[in-house]
């Protein structure tokens, strides 16, 4: 299945925001060089809000407890249950579009 969320303009470059897609949160991050990332919006340790987390071009960090999530893999440095991945892209007219 693949969706349009909306406009990519709406998460600011280096934030994330929280989708519902086919009834699971999926947090949603626009990197500071372009791309954007999808992952489970929900951190397996304790169930942190993950869009609020900090980032990098690389990892999602979880803001109640720290744990590390490679954004490209789901899976955690810092021995978590991986996260589940979304391929989500940028559309010629500027929305974001999501495959499940």
Do not use: K, W
Request: net charge negative; with cysteine.
């Amino acid at each position: 299945m693949t969706g349009v969320l909306g406009p990519a303009a709406d998460i600011p470059v280096g934030e994330g925001r929280v989708y519902v897609v086919d009834g699971q949160q999926v947090a949603v991050f626009r990197l500071r060089g372009g791309g954007v990332r999808a992952v489970s919006a929900i951190c397996p340790h304790a169930g942190g809000p993950l869009a609020d987390g900090l980032i990098d071009a690389n990892v999602v960090i979880c803001p109640l407890h720290q744990h590390v999530y490679d954004l490209a893999t789901g899976c955690s440095s810092t021995g978590q249950p991986a996260l589940r991945v979304y391929d989500v892209r940028i559309g010629e007219n500027g929305d974001l579009i999501i495959t499940v």
